[in-house]
């Protein structure tokens, strides 16, 4: 009790029907990604004194607030079926990317409410930190899904803030390996609305931008900060890159609240992208992001997942250090017996026995200093050409 | 598409001959723009740019500046040699005229009258817009033999993934990758997928080298 009079109630959102969203087949977002971190949680004991906290479906009203109304009809139409390829793939939808699956609409709404509703136990006062981990859906776009997002959860929940809080401002800090472009465009000359994206450079990776120049637009000019980085940037690299940016942006922003997305995908074992970070990181930054949280803005933090890919030995893992984080509680050092004895047949790879990576199975490569070099220089040019913008 | 009219600005600030430099200069500042056609009766008889119009004024700061901005007329400062070129020319002739001469922009001329203007800005966002780098996507680049049918195959791997090409630019020819080998272009796909790894098994599988992303 008294750890919690100085770091506050944590809360966290989830709902078997949050579980819904995924899709099927060999896609790489399966749902069974959530069930995974969620049970290593539970049977590590780190939800005891968490029960889920439900929420409701977003509705249509919710989703306008980013979405067009003819997109969302659109993608209700989806999900019943009722849809031509032709008219689907103008949307972004019936792609390899974004496939349609039954009663994607209501799937994704539930997403995004859960998200809303994270926020508004934060901004009630009944949390001081929120983790919704279904979301984290950044590349959804206004009229057309990507990147498998169909809904982008962060966009309609910080609209919804803005509605309900007028003169808020809200920082979005994106820790997930693609560019949170979604997001980014949806505030991109809102200076209420910072957003922050770490990720690997889109010259190398989808969605191809995030570069340093896009730093917002007209009165947004300044508030949104990309930091591109080179592929096979490590822990160290990362981590001093976070350090040198993210702690100076807020302050100089000081937000009323701080939005994370925590997508995994730039683990080095992650089949999509080719970051090579390690738990290390994926402990680093939610510790940070909670202590600014405290620092900044009276704790009030909402955390949510993101990409992440390696399902089995990345995301349940580094979501659990992030909920860690969120709870205020101790990072086990082992996995516990229980999951791997229920998960370890059904697992195609080897199942990590320890929470944290060993360092020695992630060697620095070759290059190791020099794409150091090269991020330290990126960092230079965002505290030079974007940071001052800040106002 | 990518002709002269796509990209060219139509609604364009001009000057006539008798104009002062001070007023060229507040025009330069005003609609933040470096270049200014001249027109007398309708017809384009001169250029100037905000350089050739600091470059021939005293500096600021210098007693004589106000002055001489009242007296210095566009007719003195302007390039009487203009380069124009055409609606419906290619940007890349407009592109190559601005490469070559070393200048900045290109009065668009129809039958004698001035209908724009295309400048270096104006070609790079036809780059930009020719690349599809403004759309979400995934840069690749494979190399492919000098051989009719290779583009069309490689384009039908992405196809058969169900994966959308954003666009295409193939490069010139190379040397060969392997030594006897055929020449080689390369071409700079943007598809619109954020998962790469099976398409680029694939192109693989069917004899393509991905050179974009690189491999560690």
Excluded at chain 1, 77 to 87: F, H
Excluded at chain 1, 106 to 124: K, S
Excluded at chain 1, 129 to 141: D, Q, W
Excluded at chain 1, 374 to 389: A, C, D, F, G, Y
Aim: net charge negative; proline share 6%; with cysteine.
């Amino acid at each position: 009790v008294a750890a919690e009079a100085v770091s506050g109630r944590a809360a966290i959102v989830h709902d078997l029907a949050l579980e819904n969203y995924g899709f099927g087949g060999d896609h790489p977002f399966n749902p069974l990604r959530v069930r995974l971190a969620l049970e290593l949680c539970e049977t590590l004991g780190l939800l005891e004194d968490h029960p889920f906290v439900s929420s409701e479906p977003a509705t249509d009203e919710d989703l306008t607030t980013v979405h067009s109304l003819t997109y969302v009809r659109i993608v209700q139409k989806a999900g019943r079926s009722l849809s031509s390829l032709a008219d689907l793939l103008d949307y972004g939808l019936g792609t390899p990317d974004n496939p349609v699956f039954p009663d994607m609409h209501e799937a994704c709404a539930r997403v995004v409410g859960g998200v809303i509703e994270a926020c508004r136990l934060v901004m009630d006062g009944d949390a001081t930190h929120a983790m919704c981990i279904s979301g984290g859906l950044h590349h959804a776009l206004r009229s057309r899904a990507s990147g498998f997002c169909v809904y982008n959860d962060a966009g309609v929940a910080i609209s919804r803030l803005k509605e309900e809080h007028p003169g808020i401002r809200i920082a979005y800090v994106d820790t997930d390996a693609h560019h949170g472009d979604g997001v980014q465009w949806m505030f991109y000359s809102d200076p209420d609305v910072l957003t922050v994206s770490m990720h690997e450079s889109g010259r190398y990776l989808f969605p191809g931008t995030g570069g340093v120049d896009e730093r917002g637009r007209d009165g947004g000019v300044g508030y949104s900060v990309n930091v591109p980085l080179e592929p096979y940037t490590y822990d160290g690299s990362w981590i001093s890159c976070f350090e040198a940016l993210v702690p100076e942006a807020l302050r100089a922003f000081a937000p009323d609240v701080i939005l994370s997305q925590n997508g995994c995908d730039g683990h080095r074992l992650d089949p999509l992208t080719h970051l090579s970070a390690t738990t290390r990181f994926y402990e680093h930054v939610p510790n940070r992001m909670h202590d600014l949280a405290h620092e900044l803005c009276e704790g009030r933090w909402v955390a949510t997942g993101g990409g992440g890919y390696d399902i089995w030995r990345v995301v349940p893992r580094a979501w659990t250090a992030l909920w860690t984080a969120v709870s205020h509680q101790e990072l086990p050092e082992k996995v516990s017996e229980d999951w791997l004895s229920k998960w370890g047949d059904k697992s195609p790879v080897k199942l990590p026995r320890l929470m944290r990576d060993d360092p020695e199975d992630y060697p620095p490569g070759p290059r190791a200093a020099e794409i150091a070099g090269r991020n330290e220089r990126t960092v230079e040019e965002v505290l030079e050409k974007v940071l001052p913008m800040i106002r | 598409m990518l002709l002269v009219k796509d990209s060219m600005t139509r609604e364009i600030v001009t000057l006539s001959p008798d104009e002062t430099a001070g007023t060229a200069l507040a025009l330069c500042r005003e609609r933040r723009i470096r270049h200014l056609p001249v027109l007398k009766e309708g017809r384009l008889v001169g250029i100037v740019s905000d350089r050739d119009l600091r470059s021939s004024t005293p500096a600021l700061g210098d007693q004589g500046r106000a002055a001489a901005l009242q007296e210095i007329l566009v007719e003195d400062v302007m390039a009487r040699d203009v380069l124009t070129t055409l609606p419906d020319d290619p940007i890349e002739h407009a592109a190559n005229v601005m490469r070559e001469e070393r200048i900045g922009c290109l009065p668009v001329v129809e039958s004698g009258e001035l209908v724009g203007i295309v400048t270096s800005s104006d070609v790079m966002a036809a780059l930009v817009y020719l690349i599809g780098a403004h759309e979400p996507g995934s840069r690749m680049e494979i190399a492919l033999p000098d051989r009719p049918g290779s583009l069309a195959g490689a384009a039908g791997v992405f196809g058969m993934c169900g994966i959308n090409i954003v666009s295409a630019a193939m490069g010139p020819t190379r040397e060969p990758s392997e030594e006897g080998g055929i020449k080689e272009r390369v071409v700079v796909f943007r598809v619109d997928t954020i998962n790469t790894s099976e398409v680029i098994g694939y192109l693989e599988e069917a004899g393509y080298s991905v050179l974009w992303p690189p491999k560690p």
